[in-house]
């Protein structure tokens, strides 16, 4: 069975930096992404960033040249290092994970519990 453990939330100033860092235990057959969503109270659940199949990448608009995704296949890890943090980027932050666990298995979707973000003076 696959767990993400999720790490390096807290509080910080604006314009200060945090590294979120998400642990995988339990091996893939094949990974379609593996990355960040946060959900802000009142607001639904959106994408931050996200490791895609061959390497590619994609980031939110609003975090876009602040954030970057990093994916360690040898660990396994996926970290996402975000700087110029602004309040609104205060949210639960969640580690995604989509793929096979098999490759006789459709594909699953497993998410971490959450680790806290916030960004204020």
Not at 34 to 51: D, F, H, I, M, N
Not at 82 to 93: G, R, V
């Amino acid at each position: 069975q696959v767990q993400l453990a999720e790490s390096g939330g807290g509080l910080v100033p604006p314009g200060g930096s945090l590294t979120l860092s998400c642990a995988r235990s339990g091996g893939m057959y094949s990974i379609s992404e593996w990355g960040w969503y946060r959900q802000a109270p009142g607001k639904e659940r959106e994408l931050v960033a996200s490791t895609l199949s061959f390497g590619s990448t994609n980031y939110a608009d609003s975090v876009r040249g602040r954030f970057t995704i990093s994916r360690d296949k040898i660990t396994p890890t996926v970290s996402l290092q975000m700087n110029s943090l602004k309040p609104e980027d205060t949210a639960i932050y969640y580690c995604k994970l989509k793929g096979q666990l098999t490759f006789r298995d459709s594909e699953s979707t497993y998410w971490g519990q959450g680790t806290q973000v916030a960004v204020s003076s």
